[in-house]
């Protein structure tokens, strides 16, 4: 079982930064690819970024590409995911998740992904 926390979400204004991480105790989370999630009320929840487990190959959904950067922290053991330019609709619940151990094929769609963290608020107000 791999478990999952995220921190540092917050209240920022539209064109602040903001950066995001995911951390596990007891698993290695380069063992794993992994991924950033975000759901806003009423909608669907969303893929946001995804990275391999070497921590090259990082994939964007079109709404991020060029103001989010998804990166590993190997010696903290940490997911990061550095927010810039933040825009109101970038508002939600950020959610890290992994895919199963020795699976290295970087995936979109939600049900690929086994382990999920608690979720951290980021709000981002006009």
């Known amino acids: 079982q791999v478990q999952l926390v995220e921190s540092g979400g917050g209240m920022v204004q539209t064109g602040d930064s903001l950066r995001v991480s995911c951390t596990s105790s007891?698993?290695?989370?380069?063992?794993?690819?992994m991924a950033w999630f975000r759901q806003s009320p009423g909608k669907e929840r969303e893929f946001v970024a995804a990275?391999?487990?070497?921590?090259?190959?990082?994939v964007y959904a079109d709404s991020v590409q060029g103001r989010f950067t998804i990166s590993r922290d190997n010696a903290e053991n940490a997911l990061r995911l550095q927010m810039n330019n933040l825009k109101p609709e970038d508002t939600g619940v950020y959610y890290c998740a992994a895919r199963g151990q020795m699976i290295t094929v970087i995936r979109r769609d939600r049900g690929a992904y086994t382990y999920w963290g608690q979720g951290t608020q980021v709000t981002v107000s006009a």
């Open positions: 990275i391999s487990n070497s921590g090259g190959s990082p």
């Open positions: 007891g698993r290695t989370l380069s063992n794993y690819v």
